[in-house]
């Protein structure tokens, strides 16, 4: 789907509609069991960064790190999980993954 | 091939995150860990003397050995003596003894002049890099509210005065703050009084509670978010 000059896959809307209900979540104080919704916009728009910066081949590889990185936020404080995201990201990348 | 380089990926970064973040980060903040960087700071140090290091434990440990097998040796006698009642060679024993004893105490003695030697050479002191925190800091733990405590409903005035009189202490400047949790560091008057100061940095989102005791004393409570 194009909006503008952009090109925005069918995944990357999902996540722009995830990012945009987390928004509402927070204004309206609707509540979400488990799941820190603050976290999980953060991680939403980090993934939305990192996203962009990654072709659709590797899908597979980011979808596996996305699911743990939101597992993960039901257990570890938020600066631990996007240390863990990054490092994530940079050991893709140095081993060839992505 | 691919997946299992993604969950050795994925497993690699956990345990990084669990085991070596505590150690760098301070309080799970992008804070660097004091501590962190005087081991940083110590650890040429350390690395110049570990070989001298390494050869001192070794010494000590023959020299430990040796003077525990005299001392076995020595135990030995002394039973076999007990047992055999002999006069005669209980004082062959006996003279034995006495030069393995002597042996023994001379080995014991030279144990511990080394073992001296190498604490007083030793690279590394444990409690130097604490020396980076004033000794007036505390080391603050946050605590959950006691369940007899009874909250008391807040309304918006009382959270805001109390606000402004948290706002309105003013630190010596050359104070330094120990940060115990996001946005949030402390520092101790002085080690006399008990008085704590508070310092929440500007953004950090905090509600003001109050508590009644059992006692009928109000407190408030700082409650992160």
């Known amino acids: ?98 | 091939m691919q997946k299992l380089k993604i969950f050795i990926i994925i497993a690699v970064s956990f345990l990084t995150v669990k085991l070596l973040t505590p150690q760098i980060f301070l309080a799970n903040t992008p804070r660097i860990n004091p501590l962190f960087v005087a081991h940083l700071k110590n650890s040429p140090y350390y690395l110049v003397n570990l070989p001298a290091n390494i050869l001192a434990y070794l010494k000590n440990t023959v020299k430990n050995t040796t003077a525990n097998i005299a001392q076995n040796t020595s135990r030995m006698t002394d039973s076999l003596m007990v047992k055999t009642g002999n006069q005669t060679s209980s004082l062959s024993q006996k003279s034995k003894i006495s030069a393995i004893s002597n042996s023994s105490s001379t080995n014991n003695r030279s144990t511990t002049q080394t073992s001296s030697v190498s604490q007083r050479t030793g690279p590394y002191v444990k409690d130097q890099p604490l020396s980076v925190f004033p000794t007036q800091l505390p080391q603050p733990t946050l605590l959950p509210v006691p369940s007899d405590w009874k909250r008391l409903p807040a309304e918006k005035e009382e959270i805001v005065s109390a606000v402004d009189k948290l706002a309105s202490v003013t630190p010596p400047p050359q104070a330094s703050f120990l940060p115990v949790a996001e946005g949030v560091s402390v520092y101790k008057k002085d080690s006399s009084s008990n008085e704590i100061i508070l310092k929440i940095d500007k953004g950090t989102q905090y509600t003001v509670e109050h508590f009644q005791l059992p006692n009928g004393e109000i407190r408030e409570i700082i409650v992160l978010e």
């Open chain 1, 1 to 98: 789907m194009y909006i503008g000059p952009f090109y925005f896959d069918t995944k990357e809307i999902f996540l722009i509609l995830a990012a945009i209900f987390l928004g509402l979540a927070i204004a309206f104080n609707w509540p979400l069991w488990w799941f820190d919704k603050r976290v999980l916009l953060t991680l939403v728009i980090l993934i939305l960064i990192t996203k962009g910066l990654l072709p659709a081949i590797h899908n597979e590889a980011f979808f596996i790190l996305v699911i743990t990185t939101i597992f993960l936020t039901l257990y570890l404080p938020i600066f631990q999980i996007i240390l863990f995201y990054f490092i994530s990201f940079i050991l893709f990348r140095f081993l060839k993954v992505i």
